[in-house]
C-alpha cells in the first residue's frame, strides 16, 4: 500500500480484535514517530506503550468509560516532552502543573504575558504540541499501511493517566493512540470539496 492509500483508506477503528499485534510492526509504527520533524529538530515527544489489562482499563476509565480504548490490545500514550525545550520548557511546565488541566486553550490563557522577554511559554506549548501531532500522524499512517487500526483519542483526562501510569515529571499526556487489528470497516465520512479548503 502506498503512501496516498493508507491516507485515503484510514479510518477512526472503534472495535479492535483480540490478536496481539506483532512486536515487529508495532516497532515499526513508533518508528514512523521516531523519524518525524518537530521544530528546530526538539524532537519533543515521549510516547509509554500499554499493553497490561490493568493498565488499559485504567486508562479507559480516565477516557471516560470508552469502551475501545481498553479493547484495542495496545494503547500508545503520547506526551509532550517538555524537557526537550530545556529551561523554557521547564518553566511552561511549572505553569501548566499549577492545576491548570492540559487543554491548549487554558494553557494559553495561563502562560501569556510571561515577563522574561526571551521567555515564550506560547511557543514551547505551541511547538511541543504540534511536534507530537505530527509523530502521532506519522503512526496512524504507518499503522494503516501495515493492517493495523488506530484512533486519535483526545478525550480523557491527562493527570489521571500520568499518574496511572507513574509519567515522570515533564511529561504532559497530549493523546492516547489505541492499536490493534480492526474488527470494524467504517465508512468513509464525508470532507469538504477542494475549493472550499484552497484559498484562491
Known amino acids: 500500500m502506498d503512501v496516498f492509500e493508507a491516507i485515503a483508506s484510514r479510518r477512526s477503528i472503534r472495535k479492535y480484535k483480540s490478536e496481539p499485534v506483532p512486536q515487529e510492526l508495532l516497532d515499526k509504527v513508533l518508528e514512523a ?6 521544530t528546530s529538530n526538539t524532537q519533543s515527544w515521549k510516547f509509554m506503550v500499554v ?17 475501545f480504548v481498553e479493547q484495542a490490545p495496545v494503547v500508545i500514550v503520547c506526551c509532550v516532552d517538555f524537557e526537550a ?3 523554557r ?7 501548566v502543573m499549577r492545576g491548570v488541566r492540559p487543554s491548549m486553550e487554558m494553557i494559553l490563557r495561563s502562560v501569556r504575558g510571561g515577563k ?8 514551547v506549548v505551541i511547538n511541543g504540541t504540534m511536534n507530537v501531532t505530527i509523530a502521532v500522524e506519522h503512526m496512524i499512517i ?16 491527562p493527570v489521571a493517566v500520568a499518574e496511572t501510569l507513574s509519567l515522570p515529571e515533564g511529561m504532559v499526556v ?3 493512540l489505541p492499536l490493534g487489528y480492526p474488527d470494524e470497516k467504517p465508512k468513509p465520512r464525508p470532507r469538504k470539496a477542494m475549493e472550499e479548503i484552497v484559498i484562491p
Open 33 to 38: 514517530a521516531r523519524i518525524a520533524p518537530s
Open 51 to 67: 499493553t497490561d489489562p490493568d493498565k488499559r482499563k485504567k486508562i479507559r476509565d480516565s477516557a471516560f468509560g470508552q469502551r
Open 142 to 157: 504507518a499503522a494503516e499501511a501495515l493492517g493495523l487500526g488506530t484512533c486519535w483519542v483526545r478525550a480523557f483526562d
Open 174 to 176: 497530549l493523546s492516547l
Open 85 to 87: 525545550f530545556k529551561d
Open 116 to 123: 522574561d522577554k526571551d521567555f515564550d511559554p506560547e511557543r
Open 89 to 95: 520548557g521547564r518553566q511552561t511546565l511549572k505553569l
